[in-house]
């Protein structure tokens, strides 16, 4: 049975993408852009996972 856990250092580094990609919206010039952008990222990311994003709509 494969186990897909998270090492401490992996955890560590996705909260500091998620900490200065907020950062990046908060100080951003064009907040609407910046969030767009971030999303655009993040569905990428997710998609490249496998996970279907259309699904993700809150």
């Known amino acids: 049975m ?5 090492t401490d250092k992996e955890q560590i580094a996705a909260l500091i993408d998620i900490y ?6 908060q100080n951003a010039e064009d907040r609407d852009k910046e969030i767009r ?3 655009l990222k993040a569905r990428a990311k997710l998609e490249a ?4 994003t259309e699904n993700l709509i809150i």
């Open 49 to 52: 996972l496998g996970v279907v």
């Open 20 to 25: 200065t990609d907020l950062q990046r919206i």
């Open 37 to 39: 952008t971030q999303m």
């Open 2 to 6: 494969e186990q897909n856990t998270m």
